[in-house]
Nanobody, 120 residues
Framework: QVQLVESGGGLVQPGGSLRLSCVAS????????MKWYRQAPGKEREWIAS????????NYAESVKGRFTISRDNAKNTVILQMNSLKPEDPAVYYC?????????????WGQGTQVTVSS
């Protein structure tokens, strides 16, 4: 059974930091690119960061570049999103995504999301 379980969300003041984790199971984690998305109320889900399979190449949306860092630990089937200098526009539900090509077909797996709130 495929599972992606996010944790680490919460309430933080503007300028603060949070570290989100996503633990994967049920598939070959190291073969999948890992991504973080977020969705704020009334808005579409937006991609914010990616890390390649098995790792080493990262990409970021302009809105988070220089503040957020994505990393992965293939031995622990975990992807991390370190969020620094959080802004009032960052609150959203943050989702972990795994995307890989298996037997000629793309596979996409999603976690249930973790809420991030930025407020003073």
């Amino acid at each position: 059974q495929v599972q992606l379980v996010e944790s680490g969300g919460g309430l933080v003041q503007p300028g603060g930091s949070l570290r989100l984790s996503c633990v994967a199971s049920g598939f070959s984690f190291s073969l999948y690119a890992m991504k973080w998305y977020r969705q704020a109320p009334g808005k579409e889900r937006e991609w914010i960061a990616s890390i390649s399979s098995p790792g080493g190449h990262t990409n970021y949306a302009e809105s988070v570049k220089g503040r957020f860092t994505i990393s992965r630990d293939n031995a622990k089937n975990t992807v991390i999103l370190q969020m620094n200098s959080l802004k009032p526009e960052d609150p959203a539900v943050y989702y972990c995504n795994a995307r890989g090509l298996l037997n000629g077909s793309w596979r996409d797996y999603w976690g249930q999301g973790t809420q991030v709130t930025v407020s003073s």
